[in-house]
C-alpha cells in the first residue's frame, strides 16, 4: 500500500515565477491538505481539498492555489514566487476511514533565489 | 486562535535517559492531539494520536497523556537511544477548526552515545 507521494522533491526557481507541486494521497483517502513549514517552524496550513473543492484555508494569499482531481491526487500553485516562499511543503491526506487522522508525504523542498 | 507551544525548543540527552517533551495549547475545545517524529529535511511520521476523550496513549518506549482542561500534553520517551534523535512536534485539530492540524514549533532532540 503505498503511503503518501510528492513530486518533486526539490525545486529551484527566481523571484516572479510559477510553481506546481504534486501529491498523490493514500490509497482510499479522499482529502488533501498542504502545509508550509518554513525553517526552523512548525507546518502552516494551507488549504483542504475534499471532493475537488477547497474546503477550508488557512492564512494564505491568494498566490497559493490549488486543485483536486476526480482520482483524488491534488496539485498546489504558487505564482509571483517570493524569497519568503522558500519551504518545504508537505502534503497529508486523510480519509473517512482513518476519521481524523492524517499522512504525511515527503515533502517538497522548494528554493526560491 | 489556536497556539500550540513546545518545551524546550532543543534537548540533548546521553543514551538511555528518560525524557519528557511538553507541548501546551490554548485552547482546549480540540478533537485530538498528534504528536510527530520529523527527521532532518524529511517528512513527518505519526507517532501517537490521542482522542480529546482520551488521556494517554501508549506504543512501545514513547508515552504520549492529555490534559485537555488544562491544555498540555507530554510526551515520554523511555530508555532513548541515538536512533531516535530527531525533531518531535505536537498538533492539534480543533473543533470547529475543521480538519486542519496546528503546530507547535517543535522540540529538536539529539541523544548521544
Known amino acids: 500500500d503505498a503511503g503518501v507521494t510528492q513530486s518533486p522533491t526539490h525545486l529551484i526557481k527566481t523571484r516572479g515565477q510559477q510553481v506546481t507541486l504534486r501529491c498523490s494521497p493514500k490509497?482510499?483517502?479522499?482529502?488533501v491538505s498542504w502545509y508550509q513549514q518554513a525553517l526552523g517552524q512548525g507546518p502552516q496550513f494551507i488549504f483542504q481539498y475534499y471532493e475537488e473543492e477547497e474546503r477550508q484555508r488557512g492564512n494564505f494569499p491568494d498566490r497559493f492555489s490549488g486543485h483536486q482531481f476526480p482520482n483524488y491526487s491534488s496539485e498546489l500553485n504558487v505564482n509571483a514566487l517570493l524569497l519568503g516562499d522558500s519551504a518545504l511543503y508537505l502534503c497529508?491526506?486523510?480519509?473517512?476511514?482513518?476519521?481524523?487522522?492524517?499522512?504525511f508525504g515527503p515533502g517538497t523542498r522548494l528554493l526560491v533565489l | 486562535k489556536q497556539e500550540v507551544t513546545q518545551i524546550p525548543a532543543a534537548l540533548s540527552v546521553p543514551e538511555g535517559e528518560n525524557l519528557v517533551l511538553n507541548c501546551s495549547f490554548t485552547?482546549?475545545?480540540?478533537?485530538?492531539l498528534q504528536w510527530f517524529r520529523q527527521d532532518p529535511g524529511k517528512g513527518l511520521t505519526s507517532l501517537l494520536l490521542i482522542q480529546s476523550s482520551q488521556r494517554e496513549q501508549t506504543s512501545g518506549r514513547l508515552n504520549a497523556s492529555l490534559d485537555k482542561s488544562s491544555g498540555r500534553s507530554t510526551l515520554y520517551i523511555a530508555a532513548s537511544q541515538p536512533g531516535d534523535s530527531a525533531t518531535y512536534l505536537c498538533a492539534v485539530i480543533s473543533t470547529g477548526g475543521g480538519n486542519k492540524l496546528t503546530f507547535g514549533t517543535g522540540t529538536q532532540l539529539k541523544v548521544e552515545l
Open positions: 497529508a491526506s486523510s480519509g473517512t476511514s482513518g476519521g481524523l487522522t492524517q499522512y
Open positions: 485552547d482546549s475545545a480540540i478533537y485530538n
Open positions: 490509497s482510499g483517502h479522499d482529502t
